[in-house]
C-alpha cells in the first residue's frame, strides 16, 4: 500500500492548465469510479477547486500506481500526456500526509489562513465517501486532516487578522468601536471598493447606510442596493454630525473633506468616535483631520499597510502551525506503520511466544522433575506446535501485503490476534488512551456531521 | 482560626502568582486556553483570599482596618471588581493587569506587618463602626478608580496606535476603544458613590470628634480634590460631551492625586488623619 498524491496548484499551473484540470462536483462520482477501476489504485480523493486539482490514491505499486493516476489525468481531460507532468507534483509516503494536513490548514493556500480549503476538502472526501472509493487509509488520513484544519484554527491565529483591503478597513472599525451593531455610515462617492466595504460592514452589524454622491441619481441608485438613504451633496457636513464612519472614493481632484468641515461637525456630535476610510487616489479627506480628537483616518496607503503586517502576522502563525501538523503526521503515521505487513508478522510471532513461554513454564511446574531430554523435548514440541499454526496465517498476509486491499486483511488480523488492545496496553498508558478517545470521539461526531451535511 | 487565615491567604497568593504568569503568557502567545487557566487560578485565589480575611476577622473578632490589612482589602476588591468586568465587558486583559497589581498588595502587605506596620492598636478615633465603613467604603472606590485608571492609560495607548496607524503587538492585544472607554466609565461611575458615601461619613465621624482644624487636614483636603476630580470626569462623560481623550487623561490626573493621598497617608505622621503608620 502506497500513499500517492498527483497534482498541481496555483505555485505549479498557470490559471489556462488549471482551469482544463478541474473536476466540478457533479463529475467526481464518474471520475472516482474511472480512477478506481485501475489494478493499480485502491482509494481515491480528487480535491478540485480554482487554485489546485490534486488527487490523492492508495496505490499498489509504487511507481505503477503513479502512472495510473497520470495517465487518468491525461485521458479524462484529453491533455498530452507529457506537456500534464511538466506542471504536476508527485509526492508520496509522509509527504502525502504532510502536504494534505498543510493544504488543510490553508498553508498551502494561495492566500495563508483562508477559510474555505477546509469545507473543500471536506466536500472532496464525501464526494469519495459517496462514490466508495474511500477506504480504512483515506477515511482516518482525512478524517484526522479535518481535525488538523480545526487545530490549527483554533490553536492560532491563522485565520485572525484582515488580509484584503476592505475587511481592514472593517477589522480598524471594530478596533474603534468595538460593536458595529446599530452604527450608522456614509458613503461618499460611488467606487467598487467603497461598495465593497460597506458591504462588509454592513455584515458586520452596521444599521444604516447614507449615500452621498456629486450625481444625485447615483447615489440614490447606490442608496437603493444598500437599502440606505441618499443625501444631497449639500447636506454631507450637515448629516455627517449623525454617522460614525465614512467611506469616502469620489474621483475628486482636491480634498472634498477638509479638517475645518470635520471639526465643525465634531460639536454637534458629543464626543462620539468618527472613523474616516479614503479609499480614493487622489485623496478626499485633508490628512490633518486625522489630528482631530476622536477622528481616525485611514487612506489606502495606511490599509496596505494593515494588510501587510497582518499577512506577516499569518506567516508567525503558519509557523506556529506547522508545529501542530508535525505533531499530527506522527500520528498517523505511527497507526499507518501498524498496518505494515513484517511488524504485523513480527507481533503475532512475539505474542505467541509470550503465550507459549507462559505456558510451557506452568506446565513444566505441574509435571516437576523432569530431565533435561524430556524438558527439551516438550519445548520443542510446543515451538513446533506454534510454528505450524502461525505459518499459514504468516504466508497468506505477505501474500496479500500485495493486493489492492491487503491492508484490510493485515487490519484484521490485528485485530483477530488483539494486537491493537496488547499495544495500547503496553505501548501508550493511561494519559495516552484517554487522549485516543477523546479523539475517537472527536471524530464520531464529525462524522455524524458529515452525516448531516450530506444529507442535506 | 487565625492559622487557617495565614495559611489561606498564603495559598491565595501563590494562586494569584500562578495566575500572573499565566496572564502574561497569555499575553504574550494569545493561547485561549491559559487565560482559562489564568481566570481559574485567579478565582481559586480569590476563594482563598475571602476565607483569609474571614477567617482573620473571625479570630480578631473583627478585622482591624490598618495599612497591611487595607492593602489586602484592596486587593481582594480589585479581584472582586475584575471579575464582575469581565463578566459585563467580556474582556480577560484586565486580568494581566489587575491580578499582578493584587499580587503586589498582598506581597507589600506581608512586608508592612514584618516591618511592624501592622500591628498598630486603633486609637479611639477610629473605634467606631462608621470609621470602619468610611475605610471599607473609600478602599472600594480606589479599586475603582485604579481599575478606571488603567483602562484610560490602555484607552491613551490604543488611541495612540490607531491615529498613528501602527500594528503593533500592543495594537493587536488591547481591546477596541469603545470597550475600554466603557470599562473606564463604568468603573468610575461604581467607585464614585462609593467614594461620596466614604467620605460623608468620614466627615461625620470628624464632626463628631471635632479634632481641631480637621477640615483643613491636607488628606482630607486632597480627599476632597479626588471627589472632585471625579465629579467632573463624570460630568464631562454623561453631560459636557467632552472627548474620550478628555475624560481619560482628567481620571488619569484623579488617580495620580488617589496615590499621592495613600503615599502622604502612610508615610507622614502628621495632622490628625493618621491611619495605618
Given at each position: 500500500?502506497?500513499?500517492?498524491?498527483?497534482?498541481?496548484?496555483?505555485?505549479?499551473?498557470?490559471?489556462?492548465?488549471?482551469?482544463?484540470?478541474?473536476?466540478?462536483?457533479?463529475?467526481?462520482?464518474?471520475?472516482?469510479?474511472?480512477?478506481?477501476?485501475?489494478?493499480?489504485?485502491?482509494?481515491?480523493?480528487?480535491?478540485?477547486?480554482?487554485?489546485?486539482?490534486?488527487?490523492?490514491?492508495?496505490?499498489?505499486?509504487?511507481?505503477?500506481?503513479?502512472?495510473?493516476?497520470?495517465?487518468?489525468?491525461?485521458?479524462?481531460?484529453?491533455?498530452?500526456?507529457?506537456?500534464?507532468?511538466?506542471?504536476?507534483?508527485?509526492?508520496?509516503?509522509?509527504?502525502?500526509?504532510?502536504?494534505?494536513?498543510?493544504?488543510?490548514?490553508?498553508?498551502?493556500?494561495?492566500?495563508?489562513?483562508?477559510?474555505?480549503?477546509?469545507?473543500?476538502?471536506?466536500?472532496?472526501?464525501?464526494?469519495?465517501?459517496?462514490?466508495?472509493?474511500?477506504?480504512?487509509?483515506?477515511?482516518?488520513?482525512?478524517?484526522?486532516?479535518?481535525?488538523?484544519?480545526?487545530?490549527?484554527?483554533?490553536?492560532?491565529?491563522?485565520?485572525?487578522?484582515?488580509?484584503?483591503?476592505?475587511?481592514?478597513?472593517?477589522?480598524?472599525?471594530?478596533?474603534?468601536?468595538?460593536?458595529?451593531?446599530?452604527?450608522?455610515?456614509?458613503?461618499?462617492?460611488?467606487?467598487?471598493?467603497?461598495?465593497?466595504?460597506?458591504?462588509?460592514?454592513?455584515?458586520?452589524?452596521?444599521?444604516?447606510?447614507?449615500?452621498?454622491?456629486?450625481?444625485?441619481?447615483?447615489?440614490?441608485?447606490?442608496?437603493?442596493?444598500?437599502?440606505?438613504?441618499?443625501?444631497?451633496?449639500?447636506?454631507?457636513?450637515?448629516?455627517?454630525?449623525?454617522?460614525?464612519?465614512?467611506?469616502?472614493?469620489?474621483?475628486?481632484?482636491?480634498?472634498?473633506?477638509?479638517?475645518?468641515?470635520?471639526?465643525?461637525?465634531?460639536?454637534?456630535?458629543?464626543?462620539?468616535?468618527?472613523?474616516?476610510?479614503?479609499?480614493?487616489?487622489?485623496?478626499?479627506?485633508?490628512?490633518?483631520?486625522?489630528?482631530?480628537?476622536?477622528?481616525?483616518?485611514?487612506?489606502?496607503?495606511?490599509?496596505?499597510?494593515?494588510?501587510?503586517?497582518?499577512?506577516?502576522?499569518?506567516?508567525?502563525?503558519?509557523?506556529?502551525?506547522?508545529?501542530?501538523?508535525?505533531?499530527?503526521?506522527?500520528?498517523?503515521?505511527?497507526?499507518?506503520?501498524?498496518?505494515?505487513?513484517?511488524?504485523?508478522?513480527?507481533?503475532?510471532?512475539?505474542?505467541?511466544?509470550?503465550?507459549?513461554?507462559?505456558?510451557?513454564?506452568?506446565?513444566?511446574?505441574?509435571?516437576?522433575?523432569?530431565?533435561?531430554?524430556?524438558?527439551?523435548?516438550?519445548?520443542?514440541?510446543?515451538?513446533?506446535?506454534?510454528?505450524?499454526?502461525?505459518?499459514?496465517?504468516?504466508?497468506r498476509l505477505k501474500q496479500a501485503a500485495g493486493t489492492k486491499d491487503g491492508f484490510t486483511v493485515v487490519e484484521t488480523a490485528?485485530?483477530?490476534?488483539?494486537?491493537?488492545?496488547?499495544?495500547?496496553?503496553?505501548?501508550?498508558?493511561?494519559?495516552?488512551?484517554?487522549?485516543?478517545?477523546?479523539?475517537?470521539?472527536?471524530?464520531?461526531?464529525?462524522?455524524?456531521?458529515?452525516?448531516?451535511?450530506?444529507?442535506? | 482560626?487565625?492559622?487557617?487565615?495565614?495559611?489561606?491567604?498564603?495559598?491565595?497568593?501563590?494562586?494569584?502568582?500562578?495566575?500572573?504568569?499565566?496572564?502574561?503568557?497569555?499575553?504574550?502567545?494569545?493561547?485561549?486556553?491559559?487565560?482559562?487557566?489564568?481566570?481559574?487560578?485567579?478565582?481559586?485565589?480569590?476563594?482563598?483570599?475571602?476565607l483569609s480575611v474571614y477567617s482573620r476577622s473571625v479570630a480578631t473578632e473583627g478585622t482591624l482596618l490598618d495599612g497591611s490589612?487595607?492593602?489586602?482589602?484592596?486587593?481582594?476588591?480589585?479581584?472582586?471588581?475584575?471579575?464582575?468586568?469581565?463578566?459585563?465587558?467580556?474582556?480577560?486583559?484586565?486580568?494581566?493587569?489587575?491580578?499582578?497589581?493584587?499580587?503586589?498588595?498582598?506581597?507589600?502587605?506581608?512586608?508592612?506587618?514584618?516591618?511592624?506596620?501592622?500591628?498598630?492598636?486603633?486609637?479611639?478615633?477610629?473605634?467606631?463602626?462608621?470609621?470602619?465603613?468610611?475605610?471599607?467604603?473609600?478602599?472600594?472606590?480606589?479599586?475603582?478608580?485604579?481599575?478606571?485608571?488603567?483602562?484610560?492609560?490602555?484607552?491613551?495607548?490604543?488611541?495612540?496606535?490607531?491615529?498613528?496607524?501602527?500594528?503593533?503587538?500592543?495594537?493587536?492585544?488591547?481591546?477596541?476603544?469603545?470597550?475600554?472607554?466603557?470599562?473606564?466609565?463604568?468603573?468610575?461611575?461604581?467607585?464614585?458613590?462609593?467614594?461620596?458615601?466614604?467620605?460623608?461619613?468620614?466627615?461625620?465621624?470628624?464632626?463628631?470628634?471635632?479634632?481641631?482644624?480637621?477640615?483643613?487636614?491636607?488628606?482630607?483636603?486632597?480627599?476632597?480634590?479626588?471627589?472632585?476630580?471625579?465629579?467632573?470626569?463624570?460630568?464631562?462623560?454623561?453631560?459636557?460631551?467632552?472627548?474620550?481623550?478628555?475624560?481619560?487623561?482628567?481620571?488619569?490626573?484623579?488617580?495620580?492625586?488617589?496615590?499621592?493621598?495613600?503615599?502622604?497617608?502612610?508615610?507622614?505622621?502628621?495632622?490628625?488623619?493618621?491611619?495605618?503608620v
Open positions: 500500500m502506497h500513499l500517492t498524491l498527483v497534482g498541481l496548484s496555483h505555485k505549479t499551473a498557470p490559471i489556462e492548465i488549471r482551469e482544463k484540470l478541474t473536476f466540478p462536483a457533479h463529475r467526481q462520482a464518474d471520475a472516482l469510479s474511472l480512477l478506481c477501476s485501475s489494478e493499480w489504485v485502491a482509494e481515491a480523493v480528487i480535491l478540485s477547486t480554482c487554485n489546485r486539482t490534486e488527487i490523492y490514491a492508495v496505490t499498489i505499486g509504487e511507481d505503477t500506481g503513479v502512472d495510473a493516476v497520470i495517465d487518468f489525468m491525461a485521458e479524462y481531460h484529453d491533455l498530452d500526456r507529457h506537456e500534464l507532468v511538466r506542471y504536476l507534483y508527485i509526492t508520496r509516503g509522509e509527504a502525502v500526509v504532510k502536504h494534505l494536513f498543510r493544504v488543510v490548514s490553508s498553508l498551502d493556500s494561495m492566500v495563508i489562513g483562508e477559510a474555505q480549503i477546509l469545507g473543500q476538502t471536506k466536500e472532496a472526501y464525501e464526494h469519495s465517501l459517496e462514490s466508495g472509493t474511500s477506504g480504512r487509509a483515506f477515511n482516518r488520513l482525512f478524517r484526522q486532516s479535518f481535525e488538523v484544519g480545526k487545530r490549527v484554527r483554533t490553536e492560532t491565529d491563522i485565520g485572525e487578522n484582515a488580509v484584503s483591503i476592505s475587511y481592514a478597513a472593517v477589522e480598524l472599525a471594530r478596533k474603534v468601536f468595538d460593536s458595529l451593531e446599530g452604527r450608522t455610515i456614509l458613503v461618499l462617492g460611488a467606487g467598487k471598493m467603497s461598495e465593497l466595504t460597506a458591504k462588509h460592514l454592513m455584515c458586520n452589524g452596521v444599521k444604516a447606510v447614507l449615500v452621498a454622491n456629486r450625481t444625485y441619481e447615483r447615489a440614490v441608485e447606490l442608496a437603493e442596493r444598500f437599502e440606505g438613504e441618499a443625501i444631497r451633496y449639500d447636506d454631507l457636513f450637515a448629516r455627517m454630525a449623525e454617522v460614525d464612519i465614512v467611506i469616502s472614493s469620489t474621483a475628486a481632484q482636491h480634498y472634498v473633506i477638509t479638517r475645518d468641515a470635520v471639526a465643525a461637525t465634531l460639536k454637534s456630535r458629543g464626543g462620539r468616535s468618527l472613523f474616516l476610510i479614503d479609499i480614493a487616489v487622489p485623496r478626499d479627506i485633508e490628512p490633518t483631520v486625522n489630528e482631530l480628537g476622536n477622528v481616525f483616518l485611514y487612506d489606502i496607503d495606511d490599509l496596505n499597510g494593515v494588510v501587510e503586517s497582518n499577512l506577516d502576522e499569518r506567516m508567525r502563525e503558519a509557523r506556529r502551525a506547522e508545529v501542530i501538523i508535525d505533531e499530527e503526521i506522527a500520528s498517523f503515521l505511527d497507526w499507518l506503520e501498524s498496518l505494515e505487513v513484517v511488524p504485523t508478522i513480527a507481533a503475532i510471532r512475539g505474542k505467541a511466544e509470550v503465550i507459549r513461554s507462559a505456558e510451557l513454564e506452568k506446565a513444566l511446574k505441574r509435571l516437576g522433575g523432569l530431565s533435561d531430554k524430556e524438558r527439551q523435548t516438550v519445548e520443542a514440541l510446543s515451538c513446533a506446535i506454534v510454528s505450524k499454526m502461525l505459518h499459514g496465517p504468516t504466508a490485528r485485530h483477530l490476534y488483539g494486537l491493537e488492545e496488547a499495544e495500547a496496553r503496553h505501548g501508550h498508558g493511561v494519559f495516552r488512551n484517554l487522549l485516543n478517545l477523546r479523539a475517537k470521539e472527536l471524530t464520531d461526531d464529525k462524522c455524524k456531521e458529515m452525516g448531516d451535511s450530506v444529507g442535506c | 482560626m487565625e492559622q487557617f487565615s495565614v495559611v489561606a491567604f498564603w495559598f491565595a497568593t501563590v494562586l494569584y502568582a500562578a495566575a500572573t504568569v499565566l496572564y502574561g503568557y497569555w499575553f504574550l502567545s494569545k493561547r485561549r486556553t491559559f487565560s482559562w487557566y489564568a481566570t481559574f487560578l485567579t478565582g481559586a485565589g480569590f476563594l482563598c483570599h475571602t490589612n487595607t492593602l489586602i482589602l484592596l486587593a481582594w476588591a480589585l479581584v472582586l471588581i475584575y471579575f464582575a468586568m469581565e463578566h459585563l465587558i467580556k474582556i480577560k486583559v484586565y486580568g494581566t493587569v489587575l491580578v499582578p497589581v493584587s499580587l503586589v498588595l498582598m506581597t507589600i502587605s506581608q512586608l508592612l506587618q514584618a516591618a511592624g506596620q501592622g500591628g498598630v492598636t486603633a486609637s479611639p478615633l477610629v473605634e467606631n463602626w462608621k470609621v470602619g465603613i468610611h475605610v471599607a467604603l473609600i478602599t472600594f472606590a480606589n479599586a475603582g478608580y485604579f481599575i478606571g485608571a488603567v483602562a484610560s492609560l490602555a484607552y491613551l495607548l490604543q488611541e495612540r496606535q490607531l491615529k498613528g496607524h501602527k500594528t503593533s503587538v500592543l495594537f493587536r492585544r488591547l481591546p477596541p476603544l469603545g470597550s475600554i472607554d466603557a470599562l473606564a466609565r463604568r468603573a468610575i461611575a461604581f467607585a464614585f458613590p462609593a467614594y461620596s458615601a466614604g467620605l460623608l461619613l468620614g466627615v461625620v465621624r470628624a464632626v463628631e470628634t471635632d479634632p481641631p482644624g480637621w477640615w483643613a487636614d491636607p488628606r482630607v483636603v486632597l480627599a476632597g480634590l479626588v471627589w472632585l476630580v471625579f465629579g467632573v470626569y463624570l460630568f464631562l462623560r454623561y453631560r459636557g460631551g467632552a472627548t474620550a481623550r478628555t475624560t481619560a487623561l482628567i481620571a488619569l490626573g484623579g488617580s495620580a492625586i488617589v496615590l499621592v493621598l495613600a503615599v502622604i497617608a502612610r508615610s507622614v505622621p502628621a495632622g490628625f488623619h493618621i491611619f495605618g
